[in-house]
């Protein structure tokens, strides 16, 4: 069975040989074929080769386009700075008073070097694995684009001060998501991973208002095209389970400080992708330790579970900790259903 027939059978709920291993590689990627970050952000020939890498040697089943959060936001205009060998810097908001946002250029058609350089890293990873892998593009939530574009701090205060203006902003990044989560499915990807963190810091009756309708409209848009949606939200997102079940995501992944028996129950029909503790556990922990929580996330996971972190794999990760991963889904394959 090859990862793309393993994904699937989940989805149908059908058996698998092994449960999924869907851990998200970035900065760890770049460092583990020996190239600094600038160059994973901005040439998909590297992230390719990267991600390529760490798929194999970790033995994952699932390649992914995931870099930075700017890509839609470069391309929009949003400066952003790209050290040697650390995180990209975004230091003044694109839009900084309300009026900026007639100013803006969204592109719905005509992406700029960042979403085509996504888009190209796509079509590369696509030619190595054709169909026996699953390629995962990325997108922005609604909101985390227009924190990219203002600010966190200024998009909280929109929420409460300016909430019809912030839902214009977000009607016009959710009609950039869409075409953009479309173009990546054309070049190859068989997965449109959509990240909304910012998400995490708001109340259920906002997240109902300026969040959901938006993930639901692009994940509409992703199924229609013939994509699998996956929902991140990176933190503790357990007063939002109850909404998130009606996102029409295939996929959410859960971060560590979330119960994976209450995300289960509460996700009902969709797959859970999680929720080690990057830090704690991966980084930090044992292989025992590492270990134990693969066979706990199965016992709470039962048949809606992929293997992942809560969010990342951090940057010098102990190989030692990611191959007991690999051979603790071995082990729980070989086990009678």
Not at 291 to 304: K, L, Q, T, V, W
């Amino acid at each position: 069975m090859n990862s793309l027939q393993r994904l699937n059978n989940l989805l149908q709920g059908k058996p698998v040989d092994r449960v999924p291993n869907f851990d998200i590689f970035m900065t760890r990627a770049a460092h583990h074929i020996g190239v600094p970050l600038s160059q994973y952000y901005l040439d998909h020939r590297v992230l390719c080769q990267a991600n390529l890498a760490v798929m194999q040697d970790f033995e994952l089943d699932i390649v992914q386009a995931i870099s930075d959060p700017y890509r839609e936001a470069a391309d929009m205009g949003l400066e952003v700075e790209f050290p040697h060998d650390n995180l990209p810097l975004n230091r003044t908001p694109l839009i900084v008073e309300p009026d900026d946002l007639k100013n803006i250029h969204f592109p719905v058609k005509d992406f700029g070097p960042r979403m085509t350089d996504r888009l190209e890293g796509i079509r590369a990873m696509h030619q190595q694995v054709g169909d026996e892998v699953p390629v995962m593009g990325w997108v922005e939530g609604a909101l985390a684009e227009a924190a990219d574009l203002r600010g966190v701090t200024n998009v909280m205060k929109d929420l409460v001060k300016r909430p019809a203006w912030l839902k214009d902003l977000l009607e016009k990044c959710a009609e950039v998501e869409i075409s953009f989560a479309c173009a990546q499915i054309e070049a190859g990807a068989h997965i449109i991973g959509l990240g909304d963190a910012v998400a995490s810091l708001i109340s259920p009756r906002m997240y109902r208002e300026f969040a959901l309708p938006y993930e639901q409209r692009i994940f509409d848009a992703i199924k229609a095209k013939g994509g699998i949606p996956r929902l991140h939200i990176c933190g503790n997102t357990i007063h939002l389970l109850k909404d998130i079940a009606q996102s029409r995501a295939e996929i959410v992944d859960i971060d560590s400080l979330v119960d994976m028996y209450q995300a289960v129950s509460t996700l009902d029909g969709m797959l859970v992708c999680g929720n080690l503790n990057p830090v704690s556990i991966f980084l930090q922990g044992t292989t025992d330790q590492v270990r134990e929580g693969i066979f706990a996330n199965a016992s709470a996971g039962a048949h809606s579970w992929i293997s992942a972190g809560g969010c990342e794999i951090p940057d010098q990760t102990p190989v030692e900790n990611l191959h007991a991963q690999s051979q603790a889904l071995r082990e729980l394959g070989r086990q009678p259903a």
